[in-house]
């Protein structure tokens, strides 16, 4: 069974970071490209970065470049997402999300991230 | 940055009934077209690949058309547990891109 697990989340002060992670399980984490997508509140879904299978690419929506980081350990079946500089924009449930090349096929059930002073 | 547009934020409708969502991209995307389903307090669960396409165990009253730029998602007859949102996404380029959403509510 496909897992995905994030942690990480939390409140944090504008300007502050946070590094979130997630634990794959159930397929094999290195053949796949991996995401992270975000949801604010009562808003619709944003994608926020993919890296691919190697961490050969990796991409950024223009809202996050600059200021959050994706990475992956695939001896550890790992994905993270480093934020840095985080704004009240970046509140949101972010979930990490297997791709499987052209959809996104398993998601995490999501962690809450809450940029507040 | 592809535009995709939902034309309508919500829909009413009744246990039976047919219903289509649409979804238009700001320019071609081929068939770089997917659906997902997204119930309150859940994470979104993909439907439909590539525009056409069902996942495995994704009931059949699910479909999906379209290619280019105009989509479409048709639940034949509607469930209980299908009120729900419907996102599309574009998986075309980077940035991926969703619609706003769907509200798919009981009338």
């Known amino acids: 069974e496909v897992r995905l697990v994030e942690s990480g989340g939390g409140l944090v002060k504008p300007g502050g970071s946070l590094r979130l992670s997630c634990a794959a399980s159930?397929?094999?984490?290195?053949?796949?490209?991996m995401n992270w997508v975000r949801q604010a509140p009562g808003k619709g879904l944003e994608w926020v970065s993919s890296?691919?299978?190697?961490?050969?690419?990796?991409h950024y929506a223009d809202s996050v470049k600059g200021r959050f980081t994706i990475s992956r350990d695939d001896a550890n079946n790992s994905l993270y997402l480093q934020m840095n500089s985080l704004r009240a924009e970046d509140t949101a449930v972010y979930y990490c999300?297997?791709?499987?090349?052209?959809?996104?096929?398993?998601w995490g059930q999501g962690t809450l991230i809450t940029v507040s002073s | 940055d592809i535009q995709m547009t939902q034309s309508r934020s919500s829909l009413s409708a009744s246990v039976g009934d047919r219903v289509t969502i649409t979804c238009r991209a700001s320019?071609?995307?081929?068939?770089?077209l997917n659906w997902y389903q997204q119930k309150p307090g859940k994470a979104p669960k993909l439907l439909i690949y590539?525009?056409?396409n069902l996942l495995s165990g994704v009931p059949s009253r699910f479909s999906g058309s379209g290619s280019g730029t105009d989509f479409t998602l048709t639940i034949s007859s509607l469930l209980p547990e299908d009120f729900a949102t419907y996102y599309c996404?574009?998986?075309?380029?980077?940035?991926?891109?969703f619609g706003q959403g769907t509200k798919l509510e009981i009338k």
């Open positions: 890296i691919s299978s190697g961490s050969t690419y990796i």
């Open positions: 590539s525009a056409s």
């Open positions: 996404q574009q998986s075309y380029t980077v940035p991926y891109t």
């Open positions: 999300v297997r791709d499987r090349s052209f959809e996104f096929d398993f």
């Open positions: 159930g397929f094999t984490f290195r053949d796949y490209i």
């Open positions: 320019q071609t995307i081929s068939m770089y």
